[in-house]
């Protein structure tokens, strides 16, 4: 079995519906999104609009934290 790692991960930056942002990782925005659904609970998802999305590096993260929610 190959490792999650073997393949590539990004950092996306989805829009909520309150203006702030939610930081999600994974190899897509869909796969981002999945991992998110494990840690959050249904209302928190409600809040997130799943195709306003950006994609950044580790390095631009520190640019964004103000937004993050």
Known sequence: MM????NPHYMY??????GKKKLAYGQSPEDALDILRIRLSDEEMGHIIADQYVR????KLQEHVDDLG
Not at 3 to 6: G, K, L, Q, V
Not at 13 to 18: C, E, Q
């Open 13 to 18: 930056l989805f829009d909520m519906k309150n």
């Open 3 to 6: 490792s999650s790692f073997s």
């Open 56 to 59: 950044i590096s580790q390095r």
